[in-house]
């Protein structure tokens, strides 16, 4: 049951009032003298009083200095435990005020450990942001060092291009040059194709001629054989006549025999005979001159018809020589109006190739343009890339005084003691 | 002074006094003669009489085979024969004390009576006699 202290107060002095009243109606019935039941009335009262003032303050005052010792703690920052008055029936503003200052410390306790936590974590982030920044800044250092390259590849680019540029102007040059190569041999190739026509035309002359030649000699090979046949007629009358001399000779061996068996009458026949065997002797010699005569007129006559043959056979490949001289001729033509038409080809090509090297000469002074206005944006990139890198240094360094600044706060929070003597 | 035909057998020249010899003539067709030795040719009409002809150089073991003969007849006191011979080299005068004697062996096998040199050449001498005994054997 809960009464304020000013309920206490008036319950008090109404005890102390009613005491009086009853001792004032009690004491004449203790047999106390008359002159002393006034002042033992009294002594009592103030007894009383003495008794209640006592006992109130004690408790009052008990209650104070509990309080009083919390905050004092407090002060000091202790705020490991909490109020704990005395039990009593009946509570009063100190209980409220003890409450109170534990909704206090458990306030404070939970704020202390908050921060305290606020702050550890404020400097995780704080280190985890000043090594962020510390890598930002690397890499912007190393994005500075790429578009530096950068920079200086455009720089090349740019050499490069020029430098195309000037080959594809020789490259133009050079193909027109070949266009006017590709039109000489145009020409040349017209020129050779008269040319092989005239030669054609007199291979076709030739093997005309070549033609009648071959039918002379052909005549001349039949009028060789004519000869031979003839000539072989001879010798078949120099048989006969040497057939004859043989028998001749025969005749004059018999009539030898004859003679020399007539014995002496026989002498002059024996010489006859021996003169017509002398004469046939030379008929058959002369026979045999005249055969070795047909025979080498014969054997020089199969030498002429051979040669003739052979003369034949060369004139048969002299003939498809000069059939295959124009034909060579035919081919020439067609392949010199072939490099003609190619050649014309050519030309015109090159002509095409000029005008794309033109093209590519203005194209290739766009990308020159192109590279330069790359150079300017690249070293623009840089500058700002430097100014990131000053920023992120800067941020680094803020980072670095916020990661002291929760220290400090994690530092003025241990301050504080929580339960357990451990500042959390 | 006598006088020889001299004539070929294959390389061997011979020779037969013309004496023996009744006409030289050109190989005339032969007649087949059934069941003859090798040696003989055949038979030939020599002016109506029929004749064996008789290859000398075969018979003597000189070769065989002679193309176009030449023949030699000989006289009817000798032998109704006549000889085929490789050709004729013609009409030989010679002295009888200029034959030479041959050699036995070889006079009996080839037929040679004695050897005559002549212009720088041997002409063997036919012995008659012995080729006609020899062709008894026959």
């Known amino acids: 049951m809960r009464v304020d202290i000013s309920y206490k107060f008036i319950v008090g002095f109404i005890v102390v009032v009613a005491s009086i009243v009853l001792l004032n109606l009690v004491v004449p019935y203790l047999g106390i003298p008359e002159q002393w039941q006034q002042l033992f009335a009294v002594a009592c009262a103030i007894l009383v009083g003495l ?29 490991s435990s909490a109020v704990e008055l005395p039990a009593t029936f009946f509570p009063d503003e100190t209980v409220d005020l003890a409450a109170s200052l534990n909704r206090v410390v458990e306030s404070l306790r939970e704020l202390v450990s908050t921060i305290s936590s606020s702050s550890l974590k404020v400097a995780d982030s704080a280190q985890g942001l000043s090594a962020t920044s510390q890598q930002m800044t690397a890499s912007s250092h190393e994005i500075a060092k790429t578009i530096e390259q950068i920079s200086k590849g455009a720089e ?48 076709r002359a030739t093997i005309a001629k070549m033609k009648q030649v071959l039918e002379k000699v052909e005549s001349n090979g039949e009028q060789m054989a004519a000869f031979g046949t003839q000539v072989q007629k001879i010798g078949k009358i120099v048989d006969v006549i040497t057939g004859i001399a043989g028998k001749t000779n025969l005749l004059a061996l018999n009539a030898t025999i004859e003679a020399a068996r007539a014995g002496e009458y026989g002498r002059g026949f024996a010489v006859v005979a021996e003169e017509i065997r002398k004469l046939a002797d030379s008929t058959g010699a002369s026979a045999g001159e005249i055969t070795e005569l047909i025979e080498t007129i014969r054997s020089e006559a199969q030498k002429v018809q051979q040669s003739m043959k052979e003369s034949v056979q060369g004139i048969d490949a002299g003939r498809e020589a000069v059939d295959n ?32 090297a033109s093209d590519m000469v203005v194209a290739i002074e766009e990308i020159a343009r192109v590279a330069e206005d790359n150079a300017a944006s690249t070293q623009e990139v840089s500058a700002a890339t430097e100014q990131q890198t000053a920023s992120m240094e800067e941020m680094a360094g803020a980072a670095q005084v916020l990661s002291e600044l929760a220290e400090s706060l994690l530092e003025v ?6 339960a357990g003597g451990k500042a959390e | 002074m006598d006088q020889l035909l001299a004539f070929q057998l294959g390389s061997e020249t011979y020779g037969l006094e ?26 030939i009409n020599f002016h109506g009489s029929i004749l064996p002809v008789l290859d000398l150089a075969t018979f003597l073991g000189f070769g065989e085979g002679i193309n176009d003969p030449r023949i030699i007849v000989l ?24 034959l030479l004697p041959c050699h036995e062996d070889q006079g009996h096998s080839a037929c040679i009576r004695a050897v005559l040199a002549c212009r720088g050449e041997m002409i063997n001498l036919l012995d008659l006699d012995r080729l006609l005994g020899s062709l008894e054997n026959l």
């Open chain 1, 51 to 79: 008794v209640f003032g006592w006992f109130f303050s004690k408790r009052f005052t008990s209650n104070i200095r509990v309080l009083n010792g919390t905050v004092e703690r407090l002060s000091r920052g202790d705020l």
């Open chain 1, 156 to 203: 090349t680019q740019a050499e490069m291009v020029e430098k195309s540029s000037r080959l594809i102007k020789e490259m133009a040059m050079s193909i027109e040059v070949i266009a006017a190569s590709a039109n000489k041999v145009s020409v040349s190739a017209s020129d050779t194709a008269e040319t092989a026509q005239a030669g054609g035309e007199m291979s």
């Open chain 1, 325 to 356: 001289t124009g034909k060579a001729f035919e081919a020439i033509i067609k392949t010199a109006l072939g490099t003609k038409a190619k050649a014309t080809g050519i030309a015109e090509l090159a002509q095409k190739q000029t005008e794309g």
């Open chain 2, 75 to 98: 006289t009817h006191d000798d032998a109704q024969l006549a000889l085929a011979v490789s050709a004729f080299a013609g009409i030989v005068s010679f002295a009888t004390e200029d």
């Open chain 2, 18 to 43: 013309v004496t023996h010899i009744q006409e030289v003539i050109e190989a005339p067709p032969f007649y087949y003669i059934p069941r003859a030795p090798a040696s003989l040719l055949g038979s």
């Open chain 1, 413 to 418: 929070v241990k301050q504080f003691r929580l």
